[in-house]
């Protein structure tokens, strides 16, 4: 009989998914991993197979469990300037973190995470429909490819101003820039 896991597997993907959501899956090396997350080398190897298995399994916990949280509240937004406040506020800014990364780093060299990301973005899309943009909307903003697009580029945005940020100062500023 085998021994025990002495880890919590969930724990560890979550954890991993933050991990990935900050430095992405080149940022990180399989020995930062391991101390980071806890676990010996062979556990990681023996459970996931790779530190891509480990990537995949975060990715896929991310979209099914953080990307909904920010798609219901998308879809509770009462128009496009309130998607657009939560989107910049939200807790669920790691999954849309990580989502961003794995499109620009590992989509383009790896088929399985393309079609994760692929399925992210056409859930975003069709949350998008379901948003209620108003009239103050620009025009782009009034179709869901559009909108998505906004909204992730605005999270992209929160996140570089968070990197370069004083300590106490505003990550994201809102509306028009001043003439």
């Known amino acids: 009989m085998g021994r025990p896991r002495g880890f919590d597997e969930a724990e560890v993907v979550r954890a991993a998914a933050s ?13 930062e991993l391991v101390s ?11 459970t996931f197979g790779s530190k891509r298995g480990l990537y995949l399994a975060a990715l896929r916990w991310c979209l099914k469990q953080e990307v909904p949280l920010l798609i219901a509240e998308i879809d509770e937004a009462e128009n496009a300037a309130a998607a657009i406040e939560r989107l910049t506020t939200s807790q669920s800014g790691a999954g849309v973190d990580l989502l961003l990364l794995a499109a620009v780093e590992r989509a383009p060299v790896d088929q399985e995470v393309a079609l994760e990301v692929k399925r992210a973005l056409n859930s975003l899309d069709e949350a998008v429909e379901h948003c209620q943009s108003g009239g103050e909307a620009p025009e782009i903003m009034r179709s869901p490819i559009g909108f998505t697009a906004t909204l992730l580029g605005l999270r992209l945005r929160v996140r570089a101003a968070a990197l370069t940020a004083e300590p106490g100062a505003p990550t994201l500023r809102h509306g028009p820039h001043p003439s």
């Open 19 to 31: 991990l990935f959501a900050n430095r992405a899956y080149d940022g990180i090396s399989v020995d």
């Open 36 to 46: 980071h997350l806890g676990l010996h080398r062979n556990s990681l190897y023996k």
